[in-house]
């Protein structure tokens, strides 16, 4: 039997090797993510426009702010990886942080994972699909209620857009959308839009991170539709495409980062509100989980030897600066 399932996963293996889209992952993006480490040498070591900021104090986070008491954070695919280690570290912080995830089961093994490590912890989590409008909807009315039964101030100073998934194959969601744009591009356009006006009511300045993906430099090119927005545009292809999908629901919510900065600054209700993109890089999470685990095994192992691969502990450091660099409003 254990022969039997080598000689299955060693085919199927062989067969995800001979797909174009595997190679489009191994060397588009490989070339993608050097590029980009290229791109911020050169800013910080040669460009005059270059700026570094330090981080801003993170009183605002403490419970001894009079104004809410602990600042509310909502963090996204908080189950595991990057967004747990930014749950910890953000309750370590003081924080009171709002774990949103689809595995209750999962979230439940966070929540006691940062209490055991943090006594005076102040986490709460919420079972949420975001490639669900119905289930973000369910999220907000819930958070709200929690809000108001916790007699916490009916606001939120943070919201980081944190989930995303790899999807090898076409799904479709009830609202009839490609599951991989969904989560990770429609579902966090929902969540934010829907969490605006609790933003808005933060008596302090209050921030969304949305964390995007250095491969949105691979898309060539994008016709807007109402198809192509969707992704029911894929599914007429005769294979997914679902390395130039990843792509493309990131270049989505990187242009999403852009068009609401611009329009919070705008906005006089908006005033307190920024927003700011964070990109991670290549972090050991678990969304390559449906790729074969060799393959997924050797993309890690040969990120590793080239000093690319993060763990999840120092990935987080982009997202942390994105948290707490000084507000940039304005259009």
Known sequence: ????????????????????????????????????????????????????????????SSSSNAAIGKSICIITGATSGLGAAVSYALAKEGYCVILA????????????????????????????????????LSFKHSLQQWLL?????????????????LATSYRITKEQCDQMVSTNYIGPFCLTKLLLPLLELSPIPSRVVNVTSFTHRNVS??????????????????????????????????????ELHRQVGLAEKSHSVSVIAADPGVVKTNIMRE?????????????????????????????????????????
């Open 1 to 60: 039997m254990r022969d039997f399932s080598c000689k299955m996963g060693l085919m199927e293996a062989l067969s995800f090797l001979c797909k174009a889209q595997f190679w489009r992952m191994a060397v588009c993006w490989t070339l993608s993510l050097i590029l980009s480490y290229l791109q911020l040498f050169s800013q910080i070591h040669f460009s005059r426009k270059s700026k570094l900021h330090d981080r801003c104090s993170s009183k605002s």
């Open 101 to 136: 995830g689809r595995s209750l089961h999962s979230l439940s093994k966070v929540v006691s994972e940062i209490k055991e490590q943090i006594d005076d912890a102040c986490v709460k989590a919420f079972q949420v699909d975001l490639s669900s409008c119905k289930s973000i």
């Open 149 to 165: 039964d916790s007699d916490l101030h009916c606001s939120v100073q943070l919201l980081i857009n944190n989930a995303g998934i």
């Open 221 to 258: 090119s994008m016709e807007v539709t109402r198809e192509t927005i969707s992704g029911q545009w894929f599914s007429k292809l005769s294979s997914y495409p679902f390395a130039h999908v990843y792509e493309y629901s990131k270049l989505c919510l990187l242009l999403f980062t852009y």
């Open 291 to 331: 790729i074969p685990s060799s393959l997924s095994w050797l993309a890690f192992f040969v990120l590793k030897l080239l000093g690319l691969l993060q763990s999840p502990e120092v990935g987080i450091s982009s997202v942390l600066d994105a948290v707490h660099a000084p507000p940039i409003l304005g259009s």
